[in-house]
């Protein structure tokens, strides 16, 4: 469409964005299936060279921790983040908690990941969120709203 392939163009020297669908569907899927779904998104967005991958309106663990094992085991190369979608200050979309991921990421240190993000939340758990992910993350990780 011609939407999208404008949106390829102009994004192509900055980022591409593979956005999670099961919010919206009330579906999550299990991590072999997210695995290959998002490693076929994956090797799709590079073929366009971006900067950069973003993983956008994740919602539940999973999906978090699957992104960020498949990442570094087959992208290590490739910078990227995470933009986390929280139900709370707590919380993440599925419920899982939020400290939970904090911690998993504190451990994986995932070498190419440039930023953590919160999006597509209620804009008074902004500030909470993103406090709750320093503290557990340290203060050095670029956070990013969007």
Not at 46 to 54: G, N, Q, T
Not at 115 to 137: D, M, Y
Request: charged share 25%; glycine share 2%.
């Amino acid at each position: 469409s011609f939407l999208h392939s404008r949106f390829r163009r102009i994004s192509r020297d900055v980022v591409l964005p593979i956005a999670s669908d099961p919010v919206l569907t009330k579906s999550f899927r299990p991590p072999a299936q997210i695995e290959r779904i998002h490693t076929e998104r994956v090797r799709c967005v590079l073929l366009e060279s971006p900067d950069l991958v973003a993983f956008e309106t994740i919602p539940d663990s999973d999906e978090v921790r699957t992104i960020l094992r498949l990442m570094e085991a087959n992208f290590s190369d490739t910078p990227f983040w995470v933009s986390l979608q929280c139900q709370s200050e707590s919380k993440l979309a599925d419920g899982s908690n939020l400290d939970t991921i904090s911690a998993y990421i504190k451990e994986l240190a995932p070498t190419s990941m440039v930023a953590l993000g919160v999006n597509c939340v209620h804009p008074e758990l902004v500030r909470p969120v993103i406090e709750r992910i320093r503290s557990g993350l340290g203060s050095n990780t670029q956070i990013l709203t969007m």
